[in-house]
């Protein structure tokens, strides 16, 4: 049967990754992010290809008000939400804390913890209203371990781990499934936007070794939405093999 599922930051990286995922196997999809002109073409993409229903809300999940209204304003049939993948997240600059730039912390801890969050409690009730649904939060490596210059990002991605932990506790008695996938050096748009444009430094993140892809990431984020009724995955690091540790990665 097909299944809803709502994926934020769905114009770039893991998230239109994931939407294409769940769409190829027969679901579908709310896409959501902040540039229209994306969400309109993997609309169609999805549509066209798939024969997906595809609806598309373009808000920025750091204003609550924007989410509670996007989430309140579906008709019945879209409420009624399978999946809630919690994908939009950034990392900006990276700078030891005593020289970080402040709107930069905003933007990370805004749309990585906050964001997330307020997702989370617009979508929630409606799973606990059907007893039904499966929230999937995309933390990181950096949620496991911190490095030098990624104190802001790696504590807004250990609040993801926590934030997970606490959502599983507080919904398993309503039988919702909450998972944190949490993936290690991918090359998206992340590092652009990590470097603010600066191509060539993005570039040479991913030099000298093969890193995950976005497709990499969909294919366990779907893999863990297929899985028994009664058995849910909490928590799965996913690394590309050259990647031992968030600072460790063999280059040749
Ligand atoms: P991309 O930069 O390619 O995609 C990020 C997505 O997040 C975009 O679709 C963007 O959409 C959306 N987004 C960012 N800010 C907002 C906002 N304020 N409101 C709504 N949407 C927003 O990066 P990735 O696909 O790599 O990253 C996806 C997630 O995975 C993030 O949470 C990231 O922290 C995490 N991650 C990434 C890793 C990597 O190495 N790439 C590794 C581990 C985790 P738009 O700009 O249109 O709003
Ligand atoms: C993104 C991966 O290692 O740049 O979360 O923090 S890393």
């Given at each position: 049967m097909k299944k809803i599922i709502l994926v934020t930051?769905?114009?770039?990286?893991f998230g239109r990754a994931i939407a294409i995922k769940f769409a190829e196997n027969g679901n579908n999809l709310i896409i959501s992010g902040r540039r229209k002109d994306r969400l309109d073409q993997l609309k169609q993409k999805l549509e066209l290809e798939f024969s997906s229903e595809v609806l598309t809300l373009c808000f920025d999940v750091r204003n609550a008000v924007l989410v509670e209204h996007a989430i309140n304003s579906l008709t019945p049939k879209w409420q009624s939400i399978d999946v809630l993948v919690n994908n939009a997240g950034l990392a900006v600059g990276m700078h030891p804390v005593h020289e970080g730039v402040l709107d930069d912390w905003e933007r990370m801890i805004d749309t990585n913890m906050k964001g997330l969050l307020y997702m989370t409690r617009f979508v929630a009730p409606l799973m606990v209203a059907r007893k039904q649904g499966h929230i999937i939060n995309i933390g990181s490596v950096a949620g496991k371990e911190v490095y030098p210059n990624g104190s802001v990002y790696c504590g807004s991605k250990f609040g993801v781990d926590a934030i997970t932990k606490g959502t599983r506790i507080d919904l398993v008695q309503h039988h919702i499934k909450v998972t944190q996938i949490a993936p290690g050096a991918?090359?998206?748009e992340f590092s652009i936007v990590r470097f603010k444009g600066d191509q060539p430094r993005a570039d040479s993140v991913y030099k000298g070794f093969k890193p995950l892809s976005a497709e990499d990431v969909a294919d366990v984020v779907y893999y863990v939405t297929t899985?028994?009724?009664?058995?849910?995955?909490n928590d799965l690091v996913l690394m590309?093999?050259?990647?031992?540790?968030?600072?460790y990665v063999h280059k040749e």
């Open positions: 930051g769905a114009t770039s990286g991918a090359n998206t899985l028994p009724d009664h058995v849910n995955i590309p093999t050259a990647q031992a540790s968030a600072m």
